[in-house]
């Protein structure tokens, strides 16, 4: 019948962009993301204990806000290098 055509191609169809890698398990896709909110939370949550000391010798707010946009911008450039050292 007509719509088992169509359900044989969808298959076939999906079965084809899984082979090119056009597709992957949502389970991959969890443990990716479950994965890389645990680094983001670890990194972010480190901040406090590794640069603390220098923001109390800052002298104005100026200093700080600069300071810490540098740290934040590098715990999240971090975050997207595919091949990360540890630090």
Same mark, same amino acid.
């Given at each position: 019948?007509?719509?088992?055509?169509? =359900? =044989?191609?969808?298959? =076939?169809? &999906?079965?084809?962009? @899984?082979?090119?890698?056009?597709?992957?398990?949502?389970? +991959?896709? @969890?443990?990716?993301?479950?994965?890389?909110?645990?680094?983001?939370? +670890?990194?972010?949550?480190?901040?406090?204990?590794?640069?603390?000391?220098? &923001?109390?010798?800052?002298?104005? @707010?100026?200093?700080?806000?600069?300071?810490?946009?540098?740290?934040?911008?590098?715990? &999240?450039?971090?975050?997207?290098?595919?091949?990360?050292?540890a630090p």
């Open positions: 019948t007509t719509r088992k055509a169509i =359900a =044989a191609a969808s298959l =076939a169809e &999906l079965h084809l962009a @899984q082979r090119r890698g056009e597709l992957v398990a949502v389970a +991959d896709v @969890q443990r990716e993301w479950f994965s890389l909110g645990r680094a983001m939370r +670890d990194r972010l949550l480190g901040l406090p204990d590794r640069i603390s000391a220098d &923001l109390a010798t800052l002298a104005d @707010q100026h200093e700080v806000r600069v300071y810490l946009d540098r740290e934040l911008r590098g715990a &999240l450039a971090e975050l997207t290098d595919p091949d990360p050292v």
